[in-house]
């Protein structure tokens, strides 16, 4: 046999020249696709939206949150399995072979802004994400979402009627998806709301046989409640959802009552980050003296809250454990308490309302219902996609219109307990009590609030009022610095909305 | 080698030609770290770079740059979250992280020095070493647990014995004590592994010498051991000034900088402003900072600590 020896010098050489062609493989361009998109700007023409190319492949990634099927390969016995939005995704296939839907598992436990942040940067968004919006308004302008609007005002084909793909949508759902800026940036599909969910059996235990109805009612259960010996509230002041912003929510509902629309320019029966930051430069928000009453509120149920509440608590476990008596809940974790129902006897309370007692301006028996569009289906798509795959947008905006037929919407809310915001699309009997009637709906989960990290701060002074002896004036005075400096952080990452 | 360069060199004449002609001849060794050094120059320096310029600037991470010379180093040591809580919760936490860095794995590697029966050394030394498997994270997280006011075990223990239960992490005035406590009892696996290996690299002879000459153990610690580890106790602290400067894992993972700032560090702000907030500007200037002051903690050290007694191993 042939043999040949090279020495230690070559060898090194023709490893270098290997490393060195490796090297230039791996930094050459990728070749361009033979179809490459010629143009650089978005298809504006929404009737594109239906002639989705039927020979291209494509692959369609979606963060479908609250409609992502479950993951057969990594469910575990007792995990509750959902169909959420594959029924669609299979039917599309027979409507749109060339397209397949690919779920996105959003990583468990990760911060929804800061991921999104990532991804939006690094351009490697799934073609459709969940977010609430107002969380997405102070970033909108960079680029992190695109413009639906002309797909939003266009026909929606795979709907009965002529109607705009729109005007399907409850106005809730519908006014939620308008930026600063008057753009739709989304589509909106369920909604949900809140309400406090009670352990009967403590209240009875302690001598609240009636559930209270009105705040001074409500204060006084508490007392009985902690002299049986149980945590009359359960909630915390750290960042998990929701005791801080839910109370917000509600509470400023009655204490701005006749006034709270004021600030509201541009009509959505919300006053968003944009308006906010206006009528602060104006000088005539926040009302300070509404904050101010909502602090004192906090602070009357301090005692009733578990012990830590300024960090994080498990109150939802301690519940369920019969160690607490009542917290705020969503009508999505109906269905869970159906399947898996604690070891005693719960029912839905409505806020209690607040009256004159507590503050002269609250109407008179008027419900405040935290009823908004953040349920698990609100979709948007990275902004970036016009330079990076103009082609792709119509094909994921003529998912997103068949994905808005009733038939999928329906059962998608169902298994979670979520409220549709489609025509046609009924919500389940079960959640009932979450649909019925009220007076002002809160549409997001808090009012006068500018940003994330600006509620941030805004609840780190609650909860250091609440906890303490913090005067009034004090806390208005540190009120004021904490906007100060969001309202300077938002007008520097939005100029444009200096007045 | 060193022969064949003294010889060409004078050949050759200037350095520069002489460095050029070496490259030549050796071309494939550059090319074979030529990936090494672009991969560092990219993820490694020109984001160090790209950030001490853009400390200069607002920049969302988006749109681009504008330039606002020192006002977010201002901003910085003039805001009362950044520049008071967290400067003094990470001085805090950095002078605890290196005491307890330095000594209680210290004192575990000097026990362990002193067993004489190589089967039960190996056993307590497997014992120390062997929480290095449990992931990070899962530890932080069992702590957070135990921690829990109302259902963890630490409030279980303090009313079975009838005492007041507490909020710990969750309380403003706890919270950063209770984070220093976690991690009891403080010995580090591979800290342990480095001063053990440091006991173990001590000449026997001069420790036998020191017996004959009467030194007890305590004796032998502090006046032969302990100096002649000096090495490893630097490089032990000079890694932990850095990571207590850079770290924001508790912060990250167990208390998002709370209970009302008590706990939050220049770390955690810096990833806040960029991320949570979009001001990347202000989070590069904090990043700065903490480069400059790691940097100079470094040169400090390397000062400081110097062991006068130098010794041949082997």
Redesign the interface.
């Known amino acids: 046999m042939f043999e040949k020896k090279i020495d230690r010098r070559h060898a090194?050489?023709l490893?270098?020249?290997t490393?060195?062609g490796a090297?230039a493989a791996a930094c050459t361009p990728k070749a361009e696709p033979t179809a490459a998109p010629a143009a650089t700007k978005a298809p504006d023409a929404p009737a594109e939206a239906t002639k989705a190319p039927e020979v291209k492949e494509w692959t369609l990634i979606f963060d479908a949150a609250g409609a992502t099927p479950t993951d057969m390969e990594t469910a575990q016995e007792g995990d509750v399995i959902q169909q959420g939005l594959q029924p669609a995704a299979d039917d599309y296939k027979d409507v749109k072979p060339g397209v397949t839907i690919e779920w996105y598992r959003f990583p468990q436990g990760s911060?929804r802004?800061?991921w999104l942040?990532?991804r939006?940067?690094a351009q490697d968004c799934p073609d459709m994400y969940w977010m609430n919006a107002d969380a997405l308004w102070?970033?909108v302008n960079?680029?992190w979402a695109l413009d639906f609007t002309e797909y939003a005002k266009s026909p929606n084909p795979y709907m009965p009627g002529n109607k705009n793909w729109e005007d399907y949508i409850d106005f809730v759902g519908r006014t939620s998806q308008i930026g600063p800026d008057g753009k739709v940036y989304g589509i909106n599909l369920d909604g949900a709301g809140v309400l406090w969910i009670v352990n009967r059996d403590a209240y009875d235990k302690a001598g609240v046989t009636e559930l209270p109805k009105t705040w001074s009612e409500f204060m006084a259960g508490n007392e009985k409640l902690k002299e049986s010996g149980i945590?009359p509230i359960g909630g915390?002041?750290?960042?998990q959802c929701c005791f801080t912003h839910w109370t917000h929510g509600h509470v400023f509902g009655w204490l701005a009552w006749d006034n709270i629309y004021d600030f509201d320019d541009d009509g959505d029966l919300y006053v968003t980050t944009k308006e906010m930051a206006e009528y602060y430069q104006r000088g005539e928000f926040p009302l300070w003296e509404e904050f101010t009453r909502l602090a004192e509120l906090f602070r009357e149920q301090e005692p009733y809250l578990?012990?830590?509440?300024?960090?994080?608590?498990?109150?939802r476990?301690?519940f369920r454990?019969g160690?607490v008596a009542a917290y705020m809940e969503g009508n999505w974790t109906v269905t869970s308490f159906i399947k898996d129902p604690p070891p005693f006897e719960y029912t839905w309370m409505n806020y209690p309302q607040l009256t004159k007692a507590e503050w002269p301006g609250c109407p008179d028996d008027k419900k405040v219902r935290l009823q908004g569009p953040w349920g698990g289906m609100q979709y948007h798509v990275p902004g970036y996609l016009p330079e990076t795959d103009p082609e792709r947008i119509p094909v994921i905006m003529d998912w997103l219109m068949f994905i808005t037929q009733p038939k999928y919407v329906e059962p998608a809310c169902a298994e979670r307990g979520t409220v549709p915001m489609v025509e046609g699309a009924e919500a389940m009997p079960e959640i009932a009590p979450f649909t019925a009637p009220y007076d002002r709906a809160v549409p997001y989960q808090s009012w006068a609030s500018l940003?994330?990290?600006a509620y941030e701060s805004e609840r780190?002074l609650l909860?250091?009022y609440a906890g303490s002896t913090m005067s009034n004036d004090e806390l208005v005075s540190r009120g004021k610095e904490v906007w100060e400096e969001e309202v300077k952080?938002l007008l520097?990452?939005n100029p444009d909305w200096t007045i | 080698m060193a022969e064949m360069h003294a010889v060409r060199s004078p050949r050759r004449g200037s350095a520069f030609r002489r460095v050029a002609g070496e490259m030549r001849s050796r071309w494939y060794c550059y090319v074979m770290i030529a990936g090494t050094y672009a991969l560092l120059i990219t993820f490694a320096y020109y984001p160090a770079v790209s950030a001490v310029y853009h400390s200069f600037t607002i920049w969302d991470g988006f749109r681009p740059p504008t330039w606002v010379g020192f006002g977010n180093y201002h901003e910085i040591f003039t805001d009362k979250t950044i520049f008071r809580s967290a400067f003094k919760n990470m001085a805090l936490l950095g002078v605890w992280q290196v005491v307890r860095a330095a000594t209680f794995p210290l004192l575990g590697a000097a026990l362990l020095y002193r067993i004489k029966s190589e089967k039960m050394a190996y056993f307590y030394r497997l014992l120390f070493v062997l929480p290095i498997v449990v992931p990070w994270v899962v530890a932080v997280q069992v702590w957070k647990n135990l921690y829990e006011p109302n259902i963890g075990m630490f409030n279980a223990i303090l009313k079975g014995i009838g005492a007041t239960p507490q909020a710990f992490l969750n309380s403003p005035k706890q919270a950063l004590a209770s984070l220093m406590f976690m991690g009891f009892p403080w010995i580090d696996g591979v800290g342990l592994l480095i001063y053990l290996a440091g006991f173990l690299a001590i000449p026997l002879e001069v420790i036998e010498a020191s017996i004959v000459d009467g030194a007890n153990s305590w004796t032998r610690f502090w006046k032969m051991e302990l100096p002649l580890i000096v090495p490893q106790i630097r490089l032990i602290v000079i890694l932990n000034v850095i990571g207590a400067f850079q770290n924001f894992g508790w912060q990250l993972l167990v208390t998002r900088g709370g209970p009302m700032n008590a706990t939050t560090v220049p770390g955690w702000e810096m990833y806040h402003q960029a991320i949570n907030s979009g001001r990347y500007g202000v989070a590069s200037a904090i990043g700065t900072v903490l480069f400059v002051m790691i940097f100079a903690l470094t040169l400090f050290n390397q000062a400081m600590i110097k062991s006068d007694v130098e010794y041949q191993a082997g």
């Open positions: 090194l050489r490893m270098g020249l490393a060195a090297m911060n802004t800061e942040n990532a939006i940067a102070p970033h960079k680029g945590v915390d002041f750290s960042q578990p012990l830590g509440y300024q960090g994080e608590v498990a109150y476990d301690m454990r160690e940003s994330a990290p780190a909860a250091e952080n520097e990452s």
